[in-house]
């Protein structure tokens, strides 16, 4: 499968700073769309974006500390992997506020980012301008039922 392209929330209206997501080889990568291809790429693991979203839906994300690690700055957001902190990705308080709304209305759930690759995968199967080989579809982790 090819890639899908790079995705941002819909309330980015194609601004060119915004929190941006692809999902590759069963993570999600998250860079700025600031930088394009020169920024920084945080590597999260599928298993670990579920907890990553439900403390940015909650408004528990500044104290949440699973491997995706934010801290809130005058400017915006600061964003890095607990075991990469040398890795800094920083947004302003718009793109925070759009990758908050996106995530709200369930932009960067699995489920939509798994429409998105098999939109992607769709287009690419009719035919791709590189005649780049396809790779197998991506395998994505449903987080596990929790019993209450």
């Known amino acids: 499968m090819i890639p899908s392209e790079w995705r941002n929330a819909s309330d980015c209206n194609g601004a060119s700073s915004c929190v941006e997501v692809l999902v590759d ?3 999600i990568l998250v860079r700025d769309s600031k930088l394009g291809v020169a920024s920084p790429v945080l590597r999260v693991p599928v298993s670990s974006w579920w907890s990553f979203l439900a403390a940015v839906k909650t408004g528990q994300v500044l104290t949440y500390r699973g491997v995706l690690w934010v801290a809130d700055v005058d400017a ?8 990469e902190p040398d890795v800094v990705l920083s947004f302003g308080r718009a793109e925070v506020a759009a990758f908050v709304a996106g995530v709200r209305g369930g ?11 098999s939109e992607s995968a769709t287009v690419a ?3 791709h301008a590189s005649g780049a080989p396809q790779k197998p579809p991506l395998a994505f982790v449903e987080p596990p039922q929790v019993s209450r």
């Not at 932009?107 to 690759?117: H, I, M, V, Y």
């Open 107 to 117: 932009e960067f759930d699995l489920e939509a980012l798994k429409a998105s690759s």
């Open 25 to 27: 080889d069963g993570c």
């Open 125 to 127: 199967s009719g035919g």
């Open 76 to 83: 915006g957001w600061l964003m890095w992997l607990r075991d």
